[in-house]
């Protein structure tokens, strides 16, 4: 089922992780629609948002929570075959003991009411169930999976690559003087390196003009950190990936984040390139206008804004003051 049509139907046994599942299409860049109406289902594919042309793939979970309305998705499932409609069906499955105790541990009532105990429910839902499961492109066994493991499923399933391949790298630039980012998984203070904005020419520029850039990156201590975050980012990126995480956001701070945390993050990013091909890189606090009133010194430290120059001697360390 690599590279699956544009609409996927997920149905199963209740219990089986349907919710888990439609979570981790999310998560995938599928459109998820929950316990949709089956009479419904051949209209999907017509809406002009999430039509085949406009890339968007979508996952319609549906079980017998429909109650008699389930009846129609035989039916249903004919008419996308009449209309060709690419599609294929992910049937969910789990045996009887592990659905007996999921539902006692949630406590949640059967969707199906015929008999009397939880066994005899899911006996029931079986024989209701016996026909689509034959019909399902894919039947996935969900007894002894984690959640984890059933997202790192469905991404082989859906993508045919793994959560590690699919990882999204976010490398970010921001100033220490403006917060730092509440998303960031990893974080980088880079403020040990000279500041930009004590040289005259290019206090008005940033990281991303070629002279600030060469400014920062000239220095040896820079190029070994950029190999460094590097290295260390891709040597433990499947550790990332296989918490079921779909992106992995690494901060990197300066002072007042336009001039050494932009060149050090577009660096950053085009050496984990080589290696990880999902990887963005923005910059937090860079459009802040170094000539807007009252932020003329944005990369100067704070406390420090009125000050002209530094002193001699922390120019020549690096340090900010």
Same mark, same amino acid.
């Given at each position: 089922?690599?590279?699956?049509?544009?609409?996927?139907?997920?149905?199963?046994?209740?219990?089986?992780?349907?919710?888990?599942?439609?979570?981790?299409?999310?998560?995938?860049?599928?459109?998820?629609?929950?316990?949709?109406?089956?009479?419904?289902?051949?209209?999907?594919?017509?809406?002009?948002? +999430?039509?085949?042309?406009?890339?968007?793939? *979508?996952?319609?979970?549906?079980?017998?929570? !429909?109650?008699? #309305?389930? $009846? &129609? @998705?035989?039916?249903?499932?004919?008419?996308?075959?009449?209309?060709?409609?690419?599609?294929?069906?992910?049937?969910?499955?789990?045996?009887?003991?592990?659905?007996?105790?999921?539902?006692?541990?949630?406590?949640?009532?059967?969707?199906?009411?015929?008999?009397?105990?939880?066994?005899?429910?899911?006996?029931?839902?079986?024989?209701?169930?016996?026909?689509?499961?034959?019909?399902?492109?894919?039947?996935?066994?969900?007894?002894?999976?984690?959640?984890?493991?059933?997202?790192?499923?469905?991404?082989?399933?859906?993508?045919?690559?793994? +959560?590690?391949?699919?990882?999204?790298?976010? *490398?970010?630039?921001?100033?220490?003087?403006? !917060?730092?980012? #509440?998303? $960031? &998984? @990893?974080?980088?203070?880079?403020?040990?390196?000279?500041?930009?904005?004590?040289?005259?020419?290019?206090?008005?520029?940033?990281?991303?003009?070629?002279?600030?850039?060469?400014?920062?990156?000239?220095?040896?201590?820079?190029?070994?950190?950029?190999?460094?975050?590097?290295?260390?980012?891709?040597?433990?990126?499947?550790?990332?990936?296989?918490?079921?995480?779909?992106?992995?956001?690494?901060?990197?701070?300066?002072?007042?984040?336009?001039?050494?945390?932009?060149?050090?993050?577009?660096?950053?990013?085009?050496?984990?390139?080589?290696?990880?091909?999902?990887?963005?890189?923005?910059?937090?606090?860079?459009?802040?206008?170094?000539?807007?009133?009252?932020?003329?010194?944005?990369?100067?430290?704070?406390?420090?804004?009125?000050?002209?120059?530094?002193?001699?001697?922390?120019?020549?360390?690096?340090?900010?003051?």
């Amino acid at each position: 089922m690599t590279g699956l049509p544009h609409l996927l139907v997920v149905t199963g046994m209740s219990g089986a992780g349907k919710t888990l599942a439609m979570k981790a299409l999310e998560d995938l860049d599928f459109f998820c629609i929950d316990n949709l109406p089956p009479s419904f289902l051949p209209q999907v594919p017509r809406l002009q948002h +999430l039509a085949a042309d406009s890339g968007r793939r *979508v996952a319609v979970a549906m079980d017998v929570r !429909g109650g008699d #309305l389930f $009846a &129609d @998705l035989f039916d249903a499932l004919d008419t996308l075959q009449a209309d060709a409609v690419p599609h294929r069906i992910l049937f969910l499955d789990c045996s009887d003991d592990i659905l007996v105790r999921r539902f006692s541990e949630t406590r949640r009532r059967h969707p199906v009411d015929e008999g009397r105990s939880l066994f005899e429910h899911i006996a029931a839902e079986r024989r209701i169930l016996a026909g689509l499961r034959d019909r399902a492109d894919l039947v996935l066994d969900t007894t002894g999976m984690t959640g984890h493991d059933l997202k790192v499923r469905l991404a082989r399933i859906v993508t045919g690559r793994s +959560l590690e391949e699919g990882l999204e790298v976010d *490398v970010v630039s921001f100033g220490f003087k403006h !917060g730092v980012p #509440l998303d $960031a &998984d @990893l974080m980088f203070d880079v403020r040990f390196l000279p500041n930009p904005f004590y040289e005259a020419e290019l206090r008005p520029l940033t990281g991303l003009d070629s002279p600030v850039r060469d400014y920062v990156l000239e220095r040896p201590e820079a190029a070994a950190f950029v190999d460094d975050v590097a290295r260390f980012v891709m040597r433990w990126l499947p550790g990332f990936a296989a918490t079921g995480r779909p992106r992995l956001t690494i901060a990197i701070g300066c002072t007042g984040g336009q001039h050494r945390s932009v060149a050090l993050t577009e660096a950053i990013g085009d050496a984990i390139r080589t290696g990880h091909p999902f990887v963005d890189t923005r910059h937090r606090d860079m459009p802040r206008s170094p000539d807007a009133p009252g932020d003329e010194r944005r990369d100067a430290p704070p406390g420090d804004e009125r000050r002209a120059a530094p002193r001699g001697e922390d120019v020549a360390r690096g340090r900010d003051v």
